[in-house]
């Protein structure tokens, strides 16, 4: 039987863990015995419920605010963490935003702000904590990405570019990493309920996942313990794991 709490002991860094498919993941983790750091952006009081949640299940977590797109905040987060913890074993990089348009008409600040956060925030904070990682010798990084970042969709030029350089880093980072006991691994939803899809129009959107509903956080988070469980997942590294109820198979 697989062990109720493979993370005990363990401290994991959400990115984006004040809502939705974030503040699943930080949920799931501390449920796997994880102290669990929850970061936000500007949602101090869901980040704090979220925190509050986990410690009432019986868990241990803390709240840490940090744009993660900005070098010198993810720095000092991570920083704050080793301090406070004396180690950092599992980084999700779940932090993201999105900012769509057609492309003939799209905005160079919503192209840039989309890169900044979603592709450059996966790189500022997987190289904040490669030094620990790597010196320790382990180490479970997983990013978010998307289903769009591998098939594209119009609308979203910006967010599927990112999501496809997240695959490009995390296999890069994989090879970089797997030597030195750390894994790389990928997470792509399709469509998860979450703030992010709550003003989409969902009827095409059911008709192209062969399962017929869209998937919830949790669903996701699922996949996210499992990356980071051992010795669950201590094989496995650069892959992009696919929680999308059937839509791309590939
Ligand atoms: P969401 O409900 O909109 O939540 C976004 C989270 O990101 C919030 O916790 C937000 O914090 C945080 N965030 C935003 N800007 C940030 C910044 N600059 N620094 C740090 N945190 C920041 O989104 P979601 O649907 O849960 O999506 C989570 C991840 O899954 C994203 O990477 C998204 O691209 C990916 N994804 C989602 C779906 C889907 O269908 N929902 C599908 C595929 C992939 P605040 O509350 O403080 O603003």
Redesign the pocket.
């Known amino acids: 039987m697989a062990h109720a709490t493979p993370l005990a002991g363990q401290v994991a860094l959400v990115?984006?863990?004040?809502?939705?498919?974030?503040?699943a993941i930080a949920r799931e983790l501390g449920a796997a015995g994880a102290t669990v750091v929850v970061?936000?952006?500007?949602?101090p009081a869901?980040?704090e419920a979220v925190v509050a949640g986990i410690v009432a299940a019986g868990g241990s977590a803390w709240a840490h605010q940090?744009?993660?797109?900005d070098e010198e905040q993810v720095e000092a987060m991570v920083k704050t963490v080793l301090e406070k913890e004396g180690r950092l074993d599992v980084l999700v990089n779940?932090?993201?935003?999105?900012r769509d348009g057609l492309l003939m008409r799209m905005k160079t600040a919503d192209w840039q702000s989309v890169i900044d956060?979603?592709l450059t925030?996966v790189f500022l904070c997987t190289r904040a904590v490669s030094r620990s990682m790597l010196k320790a010798r382990s180490g479970r990084i997983i990013n978010?990405?998307?289903?769009?970042g591998l098939m594209g969709n119009a609308g979203q030029a910006n967010?599927s570019a990112a999501?496809a350089g997240v695959i490009g880093l995390t296999r890069s980072n994989a090879a970089e990493f797997a030597a030195r006991g750390v894994t790389v691994n990928a997470v792509?939803?399709?469509?998860?309920?979450?703030?992010?899809?709550a003003d989409l129009d969902k009827e095409p959107i059911i008709k192209a996942i062969p399962m017929g509903r869209?998937g919830s956080?949790a669903e996701?988070a699922g996949a996210v313990r499992f990356l980071a469980a051992d010795p669950a997942a201590a094989y496995m590294t650069g892959q992009v794991l696919q929680v999308d109820g059937g839509m791309v198979m590939r």
Do not use: Q, W
């Not at 863990?17 to 503040?23: K, N, P, V």
């Not at 978010?144 to 769009?148: A, D, E, G, N, R």
């Open positions: 990115t984006g863990a004040s809502r939705g498919i974030g503040a970061n936000y952006a500007s949602s869901a980040a940090a744009n993660v797109a779940n932090a993201g935003i999105t956060l979603n925030g978010i990405t998307s289903v769009v967010y999501k792509a939803p399709g469509f998860i309920e979450s703030d992010m899809t869209m956080a996701v």
